[in-house]
């Protein structure tokens, strides 16, 4: 029986976000393995995985942040434990369209990876790559702001974006309970500054009806945690858990709308941090076969 690889992920995050475990809220302060990044990556290459094999590898409760196929284990001088369940993540294949040949369809397979704490004989530090330092220099999520020319401005006691005026609004720091609680929650506000025609022009409303500002909200709860792990800097909760069923409805009525929500705060993490994460799975794919 041919695997849906869209229902699949879909029931995973779902699953996830049901116990109350949302993936993108792992704490990605490094695993058990000294010296290993603070993102998914593939432990062959040093790549970090990005967008929705970010959340698919984020759903695993391994201390390890590293990634291989069967045969880069091999490859590596080691082998995967007999009797251990890999992971599906994704590769996007492209086709044209019959009709239209100028017109190139993206459609999702599957392959498989396993987490280096499911495999034996690989020596950590002498032959797993891991991804280089995030961003030499001040990493706060302030400093991203100024790069990208963000206006910020500091006033009341809510934290919001305001389209009309372009501008970022929050409250002062010292009304947060951390620097990492005003820090996440200033990356979720310049994720939906990102949206602005000017920028990503993102819009859902054709496609998500009543949901689409909770699924502008889901966005930016993942955008903010891709941008936060680059930085190195962990979330303090879900900054709208209220949408929580919101965004459960979308997903459970939606199998691509995951993916989606993925696409979409991928691009706006790398509008916020730039080109830095971004991995050719197909590659990984490649060795898999």
Same mark, same amino acid.
């Given at each position: 029986?041919?695997?849906?690889?869209?229902? /699949?992920?879909?029931?995973?995050?779902?699953?996830?976000? /049901?116990?109350?475990?949302?993936?993108?809220?792992?704490?990605?302060?490094?695993?058990?393995?000294?010296?290993?990044?603070? /993102?998914?990556?593939?432990?062959?290459?040093?790549?970090?995985?990005?967008?929705?094999?970010?959340?698919?590898?984020? %759903?695993?409760?391994?201390?390890?942040?590293?990634?291989?196929?069967?045969?880069?284990?091999?490859?590596?001088?080691? %082998?995967?434990?007999?009797? $251990?369940?890999?992971?599906?993540?994704?590769?996007?294949?492209?086709?044209?369209?019959?009709?239209?040949?100028?017109?190139?369809?993206?459609?999702?397979? &599957?392959?498989?990876?396993?987490?280096? $704490? *499911? %495999?034996?004989?690989? /020596?950590?530090?002498?032959?797993?790559?891991?991804?280089?330092?995030?961003?030499?220099?001040?990493?706060? !999520?302030?400093?991203?702001?100024?790069?990208?020319?963000?206006?910020?401005?500091?006033?009341?006691?809510?934290?919001?974006?305001?389209?009309?005026?372009?501008?970022?609004?929050?409250?002062?720091?010292?009304?947060?309970?951390? *620097?990492?609680?005003?820090?996440?929650?200033?990356?979720?506000?310049?994720?939906?500054?990102?949206?602005?025609?000017?920028?990503?022009?993102?819009?859902? &409303?054709?496609?998500?009806?009543?949901?689409?500002?909770?699924?502008?909200?889901?966005?930016?709860?993942?955008?903010?945690?891709?941008? %936060?792990?680059? *930085?190195? !800097?962990?979330?303090?909760?879900? *900054?709208?858990?209220?949408?929580?069923?919101?965004?459960?409805?979308?997903?459970?009525?939606?199998?691509?709308?995951?993916?989606?929500?993925?696409?979409?705060?991928?691009?706006?993490?790398?509008?916020?941090?730039?080109?830095?994460?971004?991995? $050719?799975?197909?590659?990984?794919?490649?060795?898999?076969?």
């Amino acid at each position: 029986m041919k695997t849906d690889i869209y229902q /699949e992920v879909t029931d995973r995050i779902v699953a996830s976000i /049901e116990a109350g475990t949302a993936p993108w809220l792992r704490p990605w302060t490094g695993g058990k393995i000294k010296g290993f990044g603070s /993102e998914p990556f593939n432990a062959a290459s040093g790549r970090v995985y990005n967008g929705i094999n970010w959340l698919i590898l984020s %759903c695993s409760h391994y201390g390890s942040n590293g990634w291989l196929t069967f045969k880069q284990a091999k490859e590596l001088g080691g %082998c995967v434990r007999k009797g $251990e369940k890999g992971t599906p993540i994704v590769f996007w294949s492209f086709i044209r369209d019959k009709d239209d040949a100028s017109k190139v369809i993206p459609f999702a397979r &599957g392959y498989t990876v396993f987490n280096v $704490e *499911q %495999c034996d004989g690989i /020596e950590a530090s002498r032959r797993l790559k891991v991804p280089p330092p995030a961003i030499p220099g001040d990493t706060s !999520i302030t400093a991203v702001a100024a790069r990208v020319g963000a206006v910020v401005r500091h006033a009341g006691d809510r934290a919001y974006y305001s389209p009309s005026v372009d501008q970022v609004v929050l409250p002062g720091i010292n009304n947060f309970k951390s *620097q990492g609680h005003y820090d996440s929650t200033l990356a979720h506000e310049l994720v939906h500054w990102t949206g602005h025609t000017s920028r990503n022009n993102r819009q859902f &409303g054709a496609r998500f009806g009543d949901e689409a500002y909770a699924f502008e909200e889901l966005v930016a709860e993942i955008g903010s945690a891709f941008v %936060c792990a680059h *930085q190195g !800097i962990d979330l303090d909760g879900l *900054q709208h858990a209220g949408y929580v069923d919101n965004w459960l409805k979308v997903l459970k009525n939606d199998k691509r709308a995951i993916f989606t929500a993925a696409s979409a705060a991928k691009k706006a993490a790398e509008y916020l941090i730039g080109d830095v994460a971004v991995e $050719e799975e197909i590659e990984d794919a490649k060795l898999a076969a």
